[in-house]
T-cell receptor, first 116, second 112 residues
Framework: GAVVSQHPSRVICKSGTSVKIECRSLDFQATTMFWYRQFPKKSLMLMATSNEGSKATYEQGVEKDKFLINHASLTLSTLTVTSAHPEDSSFYIC????????????FGEGSRLTVL | KQEVTQIPAALSVPEGENLVLNCSFTDSAIYNLQWFRQDPGKGLTSLLLIQSSQREQTSGRLNASLDKSSGRSTLYIAASQPGDSATYLCAASNQAGTALIFGKGTTLSVSS
């Protein structure tokens, strides 16, 4: 299958700082990428849809000013958690859609964020 | 709005047993249905993708079926092995280009 690389895999930061997570599609062009959040022993919750060259679409209840998403190229989307708070600690996973493969979604390995 | 439910939430079986994981969805107008595997603390591995025009897909010991009329999909695992122990997630999308909506998963434990 197609490969999506997510970095960093783990990050620890202090409250009030900002953290950027990168999501890259390595062998396909992803005009659309999706960002999910997963709490311990819970399922994946969609946070936002990222479209290359345009503003992201956020799900209800997700603060767009806190979770900044940028999709500047066909292979890179970034999620920046601003003014991080301990309640932002979670597992964040991105996915890219390969339209050449029947719209199948491929997921990154996820980023574990811990805010102290 | 699409909702995906998975039953059971957890399942323990001895090695060698055949098993079925169930997934149901509320909106039958789905575009794609995907089954994933997730190991603890890891990302998702795509197992099978079933497009709306298909009824089933097979990969090795795995077989996934799709019945849109009843709003159900099943993942059949033949001859289970301890290495199959993981959480299995079912997810559906309703249109091309839209996100997958996930169920809460079934955590499978296969004992040797």
């Amino acid at each position: 299958g197609a490969v999506v690389s997510q970095h960093p895999s783990r990050v620890i930061c202090k409250s009030g700082t900002s953290v950027k997570i990168e999501c890259r599609s390595l062998d396909f062009q992803a005009t659309t990428m999706f960002w999910y959040r997963q709490f311990p022993k819970k399922s994946l919750m969609l946070m936002a849809t990222s479209n290359e060259g345009s503003k992201a679409t956020y799900e209800q209840g997700v603060e767009k000013d806190k979770f900044l998403i940028n999709h500047a190229s066909l292979t890179l989307s970034t999620l920046t958690v601003t003014s991080a708070h301990p309640e932002d600690s979670s597992f964040y996973i991105c996915s890219g859609q390969d339209r050449g493969r029947s719209g199948e979604l491929f997921f990154g390995e996820g980023s574990r964020l811990t805010v102290l | 709005k699409q909702e995906v439910t998975q039953i059971p939430a957890a399942l323990s079986v001895p090695e060698g047993e055949n098993l079925v994981l169930n997934c149901s969805f509320t909106d039958s107008a789905i575009y794609n249905l995907q089954w994933f595997r997730q190991d603890p603390g890891k990302g998702l591995t795509s197992l099978l993708l079933i497009q709306s025009s298909q009824r089933e897909q097979t990969s090795g010991r795995l077989n996934a079926s799709l019945d849109k009329s009843s709003g159900r999909s099943t993942l059949y695992i033949a001859a289970s092995q301890p290495g199959d122990s993981a959480t299995y997630l079912c997810a559906a999308s309703n249109q091309a280009g839209t996100a997958l909506i996930f169920g809460k998963g079934t955590t499978l434990s296969v004992s040797s």
